[in-house]
């Protein structure tokens, strides 16, 4: 008799629900090297949220052929005049890409290449990203409510997150008249 099985996760109001999904989160007192203004930094409560992610990840790490599904979660807020943003990384097999799809809110995916090319795409609800392998991607929360997005990308990418933390983008995403801007550090 052939098995009907109910899914290992589900998606319910845009969070995720089942037993094998890992949490993090990653507040001010983690991101000291990511934010430009270290002096608005120091007056932030360490313990402030910038962001969540929540994973689901069927296969073991660096599984070639796999894939990862997750949920980020960016609150609003800036640090100076930077818009509350991830690490940002690139994938540890360079070679590798990844999808987004933006659930809620609104902000911006940042883009760099191995040459240090900067761009960035809007994002906000229904909008789909494709990060081509050997690409940096991060994001921002340009918007005043949470910004979410799904993430799918293989199981074997691993992630870089040294070359950023040293040297990060070579432009950062900065709130000007209310707006965002992409200027040259
Ligand atoms: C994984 C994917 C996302 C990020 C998440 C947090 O390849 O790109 O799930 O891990 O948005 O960003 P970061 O840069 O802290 O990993
Ligand atoms: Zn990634």
Sequence with gaps: MSKILEPEIKCINKKLEGNKIERIDRR??????IFFDKGALEKLNPETI???VESYLPV???TEGGLFYGITYIHPGVVGNEYFMTKGHFHKIRNRGEFYCTLQ???MLILMDESRNTWAEKMYPGSIHYIKGNTAHRTANTGNSILSFN???PSDAGHDYAIISENGFSKILIKKDGKPELVSR
Excluded at 28 to 33: A, G, M, S, T, V
């Design 60 to 62: 073991a790490h660096n």
């Design 28 to 33: 001010i007192k983690n991101l000291k090297d």
């Design 151 to 153: 993430a799918f990308w």
């Design 50 to 52: 910038v962001y969540e």
């Design 105 to 107: 809110g609104e902000g």
